[in-house]
C-alpha cells in the first residue's frame, strides 16, 4: 500500500556530513508527518527527527544542532541533513511515514532501513 524507498548513509568520520532521502509512494490519501528514527544494535528504535504537516518539526536532544529534517510535499520526500557526526550516531536509520489511506484510516510506515557508521 505505501512504499518507502531510502537512500543516503554509508560509512563517514567523526566530523563528517551526510545526507539521508526518503520517498513515500503508494497509496496515499494524506501524508500526517514524515520523519527519521533509528536503532543502534542493542537499544530500541529511537526518534532522530520528524516534521509534520503544519511545518511542526522535532529533534531528539541529542541530534539537536547537527542535524535538519526537511520535507518536499510535492514529492511526498523527506530528507535528513546530519552534520558534526558522532560514533555515537552509528545505527540503523529508518524513514517513518504517518499517513491516511482513506479519510478513515491511517497508519505507521517504515522503510528498510539505511545504515549510518560513523568511525571515530
Known amino acids: 500500500q505505501v512504499q518507502l524507498a531510502e537512500s543516503g548513509g554509508g560509512l563517514v568520520q567523526a566530523g563528517g556530513s551526510l545526507s539521508l532521502s526518503c520517498v513515500a509512494s503508494?497509496?496515499?490519501?494524506?501524508?500526517?508527518?514524515m520523519g527519521w528514527y533509528r536503532q543502534a544494535p542493542g537499544k530500541q528504535r529511537e526518534l532522530v527527527a520528524t516534521?509534520?504537516?503544519?511545518?511542526?518539526?522535532e529533534y531528539a536532544d541529542s541530534v539537536k544542532g547537527r542535524c535538519t529534517v526537511s520535507r518536499e510535499r510535492a514529492t511526498n520526500s523527506v530528507y535528513l541533513q546530519m552534520n558534526s557526526l558522532k560514533a555515537e550516531d552509528t545505527a540503523t536509520y529508518y524513514c517513518?511515514?504517518?499517513?491516511?489511506?482513506?479519510?478513515?484510516?491511517?497508519?505507521?510506515?517504515w522503510g528498510q532501513g539505511t545504515q549510518v557508521t560513523v568511525s571515530s
Open positions: 517513518n511515514v504517518r499517513a491516511y489511506l482513506d479519510p478513515r484510516n491511517w497508519g505507521d510506515y
Open positions: 516534521i509534520n504537516n503544519g511545518g511542526g518539526i
Open positions: 503508494g497509496r496515499l490519501f494524506m501524508i500526517v508527518s
